[in-house]
């Protein structure tokens, strides 16, 4: 954990990594719904002390947690007060004549980034990629009778959320091998870090391709089949963590409902 990767599965016995992976999914989409009819400040700071309250007991630390999201959150800054300066301009407003429904809606709409980010993080970080091709392919399960190939929907959804650290980890060591080649990425003139950014996303996007095809020649030499029929090494089981997750759940859910009634 010296190095907590985003999108990495870190092993531990914590409440979080032993709840069920299908009730971390249904969880999470059912919170997403909720984070995003929140209607006022106190709605959404209710879920993101939650979802504090979550990471503490995942058993990784939370500066650990949050640097290792520190990319993710400043992009999601960024975005937010792109938005801000749009809506500004919007309402043809002074950037010195502001009202505070404006600050308050961008507060609003920051949080909502954020938390959403807490939620995924979370999941990806407490639950292994195959708990989540399991949860995943149980969970599509009766859309099998409708036709769909849900064991083909679950393997890519597994191996693009398996990837995803891996490349990240690889672009860092890219920005390694090219700073040490003397490119700077600690300048401020915004068109020189879009080029040394150009610097990074090409060797990435020729090393997912070269994985993609590694990948695909190790399942075929494996025979690997989508279709045909195949057992579990662990079957997923109702647990008594998984009711304790579902209550947590529900008074998250009660609390965004309470909030938003609440006019402040």
């Known amino acids: 954990m010296q190095n907590l990767t985003f999108g990495r599965y870190i092993p ?23 984070i995003f009819s929140a209607k006022n400040l106190l709605a959404l700071i209710f879920v993101f002390l939650a979802l504090l309250g979550v990471v ?46 404006i600050v308050l809606n961008s507060c609003i709409t920051l949080l909502k980034l954020i938390s959403l980010i807490f939620i995924s993080s979370v999941i990806m970080y407490t639950t292994s990629p195959t708990g989540i091709s ?60 879009a080029k040394t950014l150009f610097f990074i996303s090409v060797p990435i996007f020729v090393l997912s391709l070269k994985k993609a095809h590694e990948l695909a020649a190790a399942m075929e030499s494996r025979c690997y089949n989508v279709n045909s029929p ?26 965004v409902v309470i909030c938003n009634k609440i006019k402040i």
């Open 12 to 34: 531990s016995n914590s409440p979080v990594h032993k709840v069920d992976p299908r009730i971390k999914i249904i969880s999470s989409i059912l919170l997403f719904g909720f």
């Open 56 to 101: 503490l007991l995942s058993s990784i630390k939370l500066s650990k947690f949050l640097k290792s999201l520190k990319f993710i959150i400043i992009l999601a800054f960024i975005t937010n007060f792109i938005n801000f300066i749009f809506e500004i301009f919007a309402l043809h407003k002074n950037i010195f004549d502001i009202e505070y429904y």
């Open 134 to 193: 399991s949860a995943i392919s149980s969970l599509l399960l009766p859309f099998k009778y409708l036709g769909l190939n849900t064991e083909e929907i679950a393997i890519t959804i597994t191996i693009s959320i398996r990837f995803l650290p891996i490349l990240l980890l690889e672009a860092k060591n890219i920005a390694l091998i090219q700073k040490s080649r003397g490119v700077s990425f600690d300048g401020k003139n915004i068109f020189l870090k």
């Open 230 to 255: 195949r057992t579990k090494y662990k079957i997923l089981k109702f647990k008594q963590e998984d009711l304790v997750a579902i209550i947590y759940i529900f008074v998250i859910i009660l609390g």
